[in-house]
Nanobody, 126 residues
Framework: QVQLVESGGGLVQAGGSLRLSCAAS????????IAWFRQVPGKEREFVAA??????????YYADSVKGRFTMSRDNAKNTVHLNLNSLKPEDTAVYYC?????????????????WGQGTQVTVSS
């Protein structure tokens, strides 16, 4: 089971951009599905995006709330996944987590993921 470490969070003004990274250690991503979730205090963890391997190379899923603004990329050679956050809004403020599903599923439910990073804070000011 890989260990995941997020980085790249910070404070940004509305309309700005950030790039989050998720690095794996203790193993490789291989054919794992990698996802990003976010959470604000008092609310459940919310699905943001996920990359799942497929016969054609892979497919990325996005939550409707971030579609067109966030993009996810995967660099298997570096065992790193990135989440580019563009056109940020104050409501994007949250702790962002990356997670892996070694079964290679395509779930947007947090309980489907078996390994989690510690999270990185993203704060968007208005």
């Amino acid at each position: 089971q890989v260990q995941l470490v997020e980085s790249g969070g910070g404070l940004v003004q509305a309309g700005g951009s950030l790039r989050l990274s998720c690095a794996a250690s203790g193993g490789t991503f291989g054919s794992y599905t990698i996802a990003w979730f976010r959470q604000v205090p008092g609310k459940e963890r919310e699905f943001v995006a996920a990359f799942k391997w497929s016969w054609s190379g892979g497919i990325t899923y996005y939550a409707d709330s971030v579609k067109g603004r966030f993009t996810m990329s995967r660099d298997n050679a570096k065992n790193t996944v990135h989440l580019n956050l563009n056109s940020l809004k104050p409501e994007d403020t949250a702790v962002y987590y990356c997670a892996s599903d070694r079964a290679g599923g395509a779930s947007s439910l947090s309980r489907a993921y078996d390994s989690w990073g510690q999270g990185t804070q993203v704060t968007v000011s208005s």
